[in-house]
């Protein structure tokens, strides 16, 4: 069994900083992807930035430049530094990850951002 646990969100001012972190424990196998989604109220998911245990990293436009996505595969822990933020940032971020054809969702973290 995997299970995600994430750590980081908070309350924010507009142009100000989080960073996330979410830890993955249990059984995993050591090609994989994982990545951080979120979902605002009466939105659906979407994907935020993912990265894959070769490196291969992709991102959302809407947070190209702004944030960036780091893991440490020793730790299996991955991270999300978020510069920048905006009021429309603001969502429940979920971590998650995808190996061996499963996915596997962290129970989320808030993040508001105040203009």
């Known amino acids: 069994q995997v299970q995600l646990v994430e750590s980081g969100g908070g309350l924010v001012q507009a142009g100000g900083s989080l960073r996330l972190s979410c830890v993955a424990s249990g059984t995993i196998f050591s090609i994989n992807v994982m990545g951080w989604y979120r979902q605002a109220p009466g939105k659906q998911r979407e994907l935020v930035a993912s990265?894959?245990?070769?490196?291969?990293?992709n991102y959302a436009d809407s947070v190209k430049g702004r944030f960036t996505i780091s893991r440490d595969n020793a730790k299996n822990t991955v991270y999300l530094q978020m510069n920048s933020l905006k009021p429309e940032d603001t969502a429940v971020y979920y971590c998650n990850l995808l190996s061996l054809g499963r996915a596997y969702w962290g129970q989320g973290t808030q993040v508001t951002v105040s203009s």
């Open positions: 990265r894959a245990s070769g490196g291969n990293t």
